[in-house]
């Protein structure tokens, strides 16, 4: 399976943005997909991940609240919409697809907020 991530850049604190995230390869509708980060220095971290119902969604604490996920079955593409951004989501932005496990990962998309 191949992710093509997009949407990042640059934005200055309390903006947003949307990042996507195309699938090909894959039985895509029937896979977990999920987004994680990794900022300078820092092990990647989990964010958030939505079910292949797309009902069922899952985020930590540090966005709930400020970031959605979602997904469009019929265009095989993840979304995250990300509001309220702060400097501290500064990262680069990874998606990933799986069932039990993520196991297929996109390139990354890189965030910068500015204060």
């Given amino acids: 399976v191949q992710l093509q991530a997009s ?8 903006g947003s943005l949307r990042l996507s995230c ?16 990794q900022a300078p220095g820092k092990d990647r971290e989990f964010l958030a991940r939505i079910g292949w119902s797309e009902i069922s969604t899952y985020y930590v604490d540090s966005v709930k609240g400020r970031f959605t996920i979602s997904r469009d079955n019929a265009k095989n593409t993840i979304y995250l919409q990300m509001n309220n951004l702060k400097p501290e989501d500064t990262a680069i932005y990874y998606c990933a697809l799986g069932s039990s496990k993520f196991d ?5 998309t ?3 907020v500015s204060s």
């Fill in 7 to 14: 949407g990042g850049g640059l934005v200055q604190a309390g």
């Fill in 104 to 108: 297929s990962w996109g390139q990354g």
């Fill in 22 to 37: 195309a699938a090909s390869g894959r039985t895509f509708s029937r896979s977990t997909a999920g987004w994680f980060r």
């Fill in 110 to 112: 890189l965030v910068t």
